[in-house]
Every structure is written in C-alpha cells, then in structure tokens.
C-alpha cells in the first residue's frame, strides 16, 4: 500500500494506471511475471481459465505496450504460432517508474502555477 495524503494506492492499481490495462491485461501481465517462458495463447487461454479471444486482445495489447515479446514458431503443416513472453521485470519497472516520475513533473508544474 502506499499512502498519498488522503488515500492509499495498491501496487496493483498504480501499475494498471500507468500502464492502462484492463484487469484481464494485468493478470496476463501478472501470470506472465510469475513464469518467465513462452507461451501460445492457447496455453495462456488455459493456465488462466480466460476465453482464447480475450487472451488474443490482451497480448496484443500488451506487446503493442512492449511489455512482452513475440516470437513466431513456423509449422510444418503450414501456418505459425505466435509465442509471447514478459520483457522482463526490470523493463517493466522502468517503464512504470517513468510514467510516475512524468506524473509527478506535472503535479510540480501545475502546483507552481496554482
């Protein structure tokens, strides 16, 4: 928890503001954290009991964020499967902490001309 004068934020809901993700997005992002491997949407649909087209929604959302990378796997029946992984933890904190840190500049400026 952290304490801002009148109210206390979640970790959790710091970063999905930040970041402007859905609440299926973090969990994505929060699952993907957890395990640092590939994973097909398939796989993600089912570790996280969530349908395959909400899974499809938010990793590409999250890749069009370059939160995650994807990579594809060619078959040999013809077609590809795309395989999407975090970017990694220290990324994403560098990320966040920039968008608080330009936050935190406006607040300044703004106080300054109050």
Same mark, same amino acid.
């Given at each position: 928890?952290?304490?801002? %004068?009148?109210?206390?934020?979640d970790?959790?809901? +710091? ?5 402007g ?5 973090y ?5 993907? +954290? %957890?395990d640092?491997k ?6 993600? %649909?089912? %570790?996280?009991?969530?349908d ?6 938010g ?12 990579g594809? +796997? ?7 499967v795309?395989?999407y ?12 902490t920039?968008?608080i840190d330009?936050w935190?500049?406006g607040?300044k400026k703004e106080?300054?001309?109050?």
């Amino acid at each position: 928890m952290i304490n801002f %004068a009148c109210k206390q934020f979640d970790l959790e809901e +710091i970063v999905k503001c930040s970041l402007g993700l859905t609440k299926s997005e973090y969990r994505l992002l929060k699952f993907l +954290i %957890a395990d640092d491997k590939q994973f097909t949407t398939d796989e993600l %649909a089912v %570790a996280l009991k969530l349908d395959k087209s909400t899974i499809q929604r938010g990793v590409k959302s999250l890749h069009s964020k370059g939160l995650v990378t994807r990579g594809q +796997i060619n078959q040999s029946v013809g077609g590809y499967v795309f395989l999407y992984r975090i970017k990694g933890k220290t990324h994403l904190r560098a990320i966040v902490t920039d968008i608080i840190d330009g936050w935190s500049e406006g607040v300044k400026k703004e106080i300054q001309k109050w």
